[in-house]
Nanobody
Framework: QVQLVESGGGLVQAGDSLRLSCAAS????????MGWFRQAPGKERVFVAA????????YYADSVKGRFTISRDNAKNTVYLQMNSLKPEDTAVYYC???????????????????WGKGTLVTVSS
C-alpha cells in the first residue's frame, strides 16, 4: 500500500505561481511512475503531467506545456508540480497519482492508476 499526501494548494491570482508537493509513504517510491491529474468543478478528472521512475522522461497536457514542470526527488519520496503563469482555468483539485510496473502516459485510463492522493485545491482568481 502506498499513501500519497499532496500539499501546496491555495488561492492565488492569475499570473502567480504555486508549487505542489506529493509525499509518498513507501520506500520503493522509485518503482512508481508518478503523475498529477486535476478535476475542475463539474468536470472529469484529467491528466496534467507525469514523470518516469528515475525522472528521465516527462509528459504534459497541452494546456499546461511551457507553464508547469513536474519533477521528483526519490531520496525524499516526493514528486513536485511547479505551476507558473497560472490561469483561472487551472482552478481545480489536483491529485497525485502513482502507477507501478508501467509508464504513466497522457491518456492512461484512470483505472490503471494504482494509488491516488486525496487532492489539494488550487484556485486561481482573475
Amino acid at each position: 500500500q502506498v499513501q500519497l499526501v499532496e500539499s501546496g494548494g491555495g488561492l492565488v491570482q492569475a499570473g502567480d505561481s504555486l508549487r505542489l508537493s506529493c509525499a509518498a509513504s513507501r520506500r520503493t517510491f522509485s518503482d512508481y511512475a508518478m503523475g498529477w491529474f486535476r478535476q475542475a468543478p463539474g468536470k472529469e478528472r484529467v491528466f496534467v503531467a507525469a514523470i518516469s521512475w528515475k525522472g528521465g522522461n516527462t509528459y504534459y497536457a497541452d494546456s499546461v506545456k511551457g507553464r508547469f514542470t513536474i519533477s521528483r526527488d526519490n531520496a525524499k519520496n516526493t514528486v513536485y508540480l511547479q505551476m507558473n503563469s497560472l490561469k483561472p482555468e487551472d482552478t481545480a483539485v489536483y491529485y497525485c497519482a502513482a502507477r507501478w510496473g508501467a509508464p504513466l502516459l497522457p491518456g492512461v485510463p484512470l483505472g490503471n492508476i494504482n494509488y491516488w492522493g486525496k487532492g489539494t485545491l488550487v484556485t486561481v482568481s482573475s
